[in-house]
């Protein structure tokens, strides 16, 4: 994949710095995720960041009062190439590793991939959408995680 095509997948560090190895691999790989799935991308920023600051943005913009590890903004309409900003609580990956009892990395990659596939209009709120949703999260990550990773 040519280093401009990764280019439209973009990692940001507000709060908290972490470590992605790979980043063109895994850049490379969300790109097959949405051709996969039938979708163009024009631009994808992934913001990593502390509860607090992923709090303030679901009250903010979802009138949500709860902590959680994803929200993802899309700004383009169906069927149109795919903008978004997808911000990631490194703090509820971590917690939610440990309480899944998989590694961080597993966690923080499940995450990444959860929220492209929202950007490719899968559902999570009911629980037929929910388990749809895990089997492709799941499908990617055999596909991109190392074992024992």
Same mark, same amino acid.
């Not at 969300?30 to 009250?59: A, H, M, P, W």
């Not at 309480?99 to 999570?124: I, N, P, Q, T, W």
């Given at each position: 994949?040519? !280093?401009?095509?990764?280019?439209?997948? !973009?990692f940001?560090?507000?709060?908290?710095?972490?470590?992605?190895?790979? !980043?063109?691999?895994? &850049?490379?790989?969300?790109?097959k995720?949405?051709?996969n799935e039938?979708?163009?991308?024009?631009?994808?920023?992934?913001?990593f960041c502390?509860?607090?600051?992923?709090?303030?943005?679901?009250?903010?913009?979802?009138r949500h009062? %709860?902590?959680?590890?994803?929200v993802t903004?899309?700004?383009t309409?169906?069927?149109?190439?795919?903008?978004?900003?997808i911000?990631? %609580?490194?703090d509820r990956v971590?917690?939610?590793?440990?309480k899944?009892?998989? %590694?961080?990395?597993?966690?923080l990659?499940?995450v990444?991939?959860?929220?492209?596939?929202?950007?490719?209009?899968y559902k999570?709120?009911?629980? &037929?959408?929910?388990?749809?949703?895990?089997?492709?999260?799941e499908?990617y990550?055999?596909?991109?995680?190392?074992?024992?990773?």
């Amino acid at each position: 994949m040519a !280093r401009d095509e990764t280019g439209k997948i !973009r990692f940001n560090y507000l709060e908290r710095t972490i470590r992605l190895p790979d !980043r063109t691999k895994l &850049k490379a790989f969300i790109l097959k995720l949405f051709k996969n799935e039938g979708v163009r991308v024009t631009e994808v920023n992934y913001i990593f960041c502390s509860d607090e600051y992923l709090l303030g943005i679901n009250q903010q913009f979802l009138r949500h009062n %709860s902590y959680t590890d994803i929200v993802t903004f899309q700004y383009t309409g169906k069927g149109e190439a795919v903008q978004s900003d997808i911000y990631i %609580s490194v703090d509820r990956v971590r917690e939610n590793a440990g309480k899944f009892g998989v %590694s961080f990395l597993k966690e923080l990659y499940r995450v990444v991939f959860h929220g492209a596939l929202h950007l490719c209009e899968y559902k999570d709120k009911k629980s &037929k959408d929910s388990q749809q949703m895990r089997v492709k999260e799941e499908y990617y990550l055999s596909r991109y995680v190392p074992r024992g990773t």
